[in-house]
């Protein structure tokens, strides 16, 4: 099932239960898995509305804050997952790049560490990587995509050209580009160029989202997709949410 397909199911359930908690959450997933944050936003305030007690919402909601570029309001939302029950697996991959965002690259890679062990490791690595490279650890963030250049995945061919214009190869970078996306190198230049002379957040904003705070200047190489906020909560020993009113079944794998 696609995510738009995902999210027009859930949202005819919810058009007849409007208070149908799973309904709820997976039309708060398929919305971010499609890019659309702010509906995901309201889909898991929602959830958070009819299920209080549940950790669950609060980090769909901190995802896509995150997704919106607001690491700020992001952080008290998994501050809020936590104190509902949620363990540092369940929060650390987008808390990660929440860090990242404001500039503590140190945070986020501890949290990156941990999403290692979790139930999107590939991603972990490739976030890992970037916020290495902005810390200007070059050689560790290329040695952590290693095991996915070998397997020729495309996201780290794309976090590979990144790493080394964030550390100041723009040459390396360019010739990366042509690689993952014969023809792009070109329309990349600039882009490219600037990275590694912006400052730690700016820099975690333009490789994972393709914009260049303050100047709208964008990149058709961005690495991050949203990745389905519930498919990572196996990290949590139950791996469900608390039951609500409406009952709640497995969120995790």
């Known amino acids: 099932e696609t995510p738009s397909a995902a999210l027009a199911r859930n949202v005819r359930i919810l058009g007849s239960e409007p208070r149908n908690y799973q309904a709820l959450l997976g039309a ?11 509906a995901a936003i309201g889909f898991y305030g929602s959830a958070g509305e009819v299920n209080p007690a549940s950790w669950v919402p609060k980090i769909g909601q901190g995802a896509a804050l995150v997704q919106l570029m607001d690491p700020g309001a992001a952080m008290q939302a998994f501050a809020a997952a936590q104190r509902l029950g949620a363990s540092q697996g369940a929060v ?3 808390r ?8 503590d690259q140190a945070r986020a890679q501890s949290d990156y560490r941990v999403a290692l062990t979790g139930t999107d490791p590939n991603e972990a690595r490739r976030r890992m990587a970037l916020s290495l490279a902005v810390s200007g650890r070059r050689a560790e963030a290329l040695a952590a995509l290693d095991p996915l250049l070998s397997r020729r ?11 080394l214009a964030l550390t100041g190869d723009t040459a390396g970078a360019l010739s990366a580009v042509n690689a993952a996306l014969p023809g792009l190198a070109g329309s990349m230049d600039p882009f490219l160029r600037r990275l590694s002379s912006l400052r730690p957040g700016d820099k975690i904003a333009a490789v994972h ?10 990149s058709t190489l961005a690495v991050a997709a949203p990745t ?20 709640s079944g497995a969120v995790g794998p």
């Open 28 to 38: 708060g997933q398929a919305a971010l898995a499609t890019g659309d944050a702010e």
């Open 153 to 163: 995945d495309p996201a780290a061919l794309r976090a590979r050209a990144f790493v």
């Open 92 to 94: 650390a991959l987008d």
């Open 228 to 247: 389905p906020v519930e498919d990572r909560l196996g990290d949590d020993p139950a791996g469900r949410a608390v039951p609500g009113p409406t009952g």
């Open 209 to 218: 989202f393709g914009v260049i705070p303050g100047t709208g200047a964008g």
């Open 96 to 103: 990660g790049l929440a860090y990242d965002l404001l500039g």
